[in-house]
């Protein structure tokens, strides 16, 4: 079972990729403040184990839009954004963790919040695919 759950106004929903793994998709198309919501768990190893690490996932996304991610720790929010650059385009993304992350299990969420204006429609699709934590040096020093 997936530990992912959904939660939004909008669509957000976990499926399954042609690998048979599972995949996140987000979409916020309406203008009544849609904003799609993932929520789930993180488990970060410990620096002993996993130096510089981060969160790598295949990341897709209407151009231009938006995706949150956002880790609790505690009762502090670590937020970083993801820019859509097409909907069939798929980019290697990674957020980096800081070091105080380590050894913990935190909340994961990926959000679409509306940006503007509720009275104005506003589309935006994203998939999330492939999530892994792995030690990137190039990324995350």
């Not at 759950?5 to 309406?30: M, N």
């Not at 620096?47 to 295949?58: D, F, G, I, K, V």
């Not at 996304?61 to 650059?85: A, C, D």
Request: glycine letters at 10%.
């Amino acid at each position: 079972s997936s530990h992912w759950r959904p939660e939004a106004t909008g669509i957000a929903e976990v499926t399954t990729d042609s690998g048979g793994d599972l995949s996140g998709h987000l979409v916020g198309a309406t203008a009544t403040c849609e904003s799609p919501r993932l929520e789930g768990k993180l488990s970060i190893p410990l620096l002993s184990t996993l130096p510089n690490p981060a969160l790598r996932m295949q990341f897709a996304g209407t151009s231009g839009r938006t995706l949150r991610v956002s880790i609790l720790y505690g009762t502090l929010w670590y937020n970083q954004s993801l820019t859509g650059v097409g909907e069939s385009t798929w980019t290697t993304q990674y957020v980096c963790l800081p070091a105080d992350f380590q050894g913990h299990v935190l909340g994961l969420e990926f959000e679409s919040p509306h940006p503007g204006t509720c009275l104005t429609a506003l589309y935006r699709e994203f998939w999330l695919d492939d999530l892994v934590i792995v030690s990137e040096s190039s990324v995350c020093p």
